[in-house]
């Protein structure tokens, strides 16, 4: 079945970087989409990026936009998300999440990651 | 952007009833509407795709509606386990994916 298992999350001082990853297995990895979805403690869902089954294209919301970096290496089945310059309103949990079957929903998550940025 | 409002905010229903949770888009999504549900403490769990289509393993008292702007989940008999919040999302724009406020099903 599906599995997607993040790593990398922490307690980090605002102004620094921290890379994210996420380790797929259970479906062929190099053909499906990839998001980042963040949930600040408390809140709504925020999704975060998106990059193509070939890392051909990437997306990002505005909110991060400039910061934060996805990329993928389907020879490892491991999704990434590098963040830098990291803002108190940055701390949440990280989800990866798979795109669906038959549109780009995200139809498998993660357990998700905690990242708190505070100094 | 494309902006979900999602309502009530929290809502209660006795066990055995039906609970009518609503969403709605700041422009048309067609069918491109998938809901989930989250936990505490959980990852979002896909219910629902393009609008009415469960996903594997979701029991039938869940059930999805509508196209364009207005959208409907609908579960036919609340059970204890349906306590959750529940988020809608469309992916009419895949550039840009954006989720509802949320709605809290609580039991009554």
């Known amino acids: 079945q599906v599995q997607l298992v993040e790593s990398g999350g922490g307690v980090v001082q605002p102004g620094r970087s921290l890379r994210l990853s996420c380790a797929a297995s259970?479906?062929?990895?190099?053909?499906?989409?990839m998001h980042w979805v963040r949930q600040a403690p408390g809140k709504g869902l925020e999704w975060v990026a998106v990059?193509?089954?070939?890392?051909?294209?990437?997306y990002y919301a505005d909110s991060v936009k400039g910061r934060f970096t996805i990329s993928r290496d389907n020879s490892k089945n491991t999704l990434y998300l590098q963040m830098n310059s990291l803002r108190a309103e940055d701390t949440a949990v990280f989800y990866c999440?798979?795109?669906?079957?038959?549109?780009?929903?995200?139809?498998?998550w993660g357990q998700g990651t905690l990242v708190t940025v505070s100094s | 952007e494309i902006v979900m409002t999602q309502s009530p905010a929290t809502l209660s229903v006795s066990p055995g009833e039906r609970a009518t949770l609503s969403c709605r888009a700041s422009?048309?999504?067609?069918?491109?509407l998938a809901w989930y549900q989250q936990k505490p403490g959980q990852a979002p769990r896909l219910l629902i795709y393009?609008?009415?289509t469960r996903a594997t393993g979701i029991p039938a008292r869940f059930s999805g509606s509508g196209s364009g702007t207005e959208f409907t989940l609908t579960i036919s008999s609340l059970q204890s386990e349906d306590c959750a919040v529940y988020y809608c999302?469309?992916?009419?724009?895949?550039?840009?994916?954006?989720f509802g406020g949320g709605t809290k099903v609580e039991i009554k």
């Open positions: 393009g609008a009415s």
């Open positions: 990059i193509s089954y070939d890392g051909s294209s990437k």
């Open positions: 259970g479906f062929t990895f190099s053909s499906y989409g």
């Open positions: 999302q469309q992916y009419n724009n895949w550039l840009s994916l954006t």
């Open positions: 422009q048309s999504v067609s069918s491109n």
């Open positions: 999440a798979k795109e669906g079957g038959s549109g780009s929903y995200t139809g498998a």
